[in-house]
């Protein structure tokens, strides 16, 4: 018996939410999320030196990645 295993892709919204909690525990206001989703997206540079920060765990990284590859 072949046991297939699908990898499924992250939806936008799950990645969203990751980045959201992630930032939430190191002490981010709902407002600096935002603003940090939202330069992610337009892949402003001093942000992008901010993720690497918290790039160290991979769901984050994956869900940063995620964000950036819907433009």
Do not use: C, H, W
Not at 23 to 48: C, H, S, W
Request: no cysteine; charged share 30%.
């Amino acid at each position: 018996m072949e046991v297939i295993n699908l990898e499924r892709e992250m939806t936008l919204g799950q990645a969203m939410r990751i980045i959201l909690s992630t930032l939430k525990e190191n002490g981010y206001e709902d407002e600096q999320v935002v603003d940090f989703m939202i330069a992610l997206r337009t892949n402003d540079p001093f942000i992008e030196k901010v993720s690497k920060k918290y790039e160290l765990d991979p769901m984050f990284k994956s869900a940063v990645d995620r964000l950036r590859s819907s433009v």
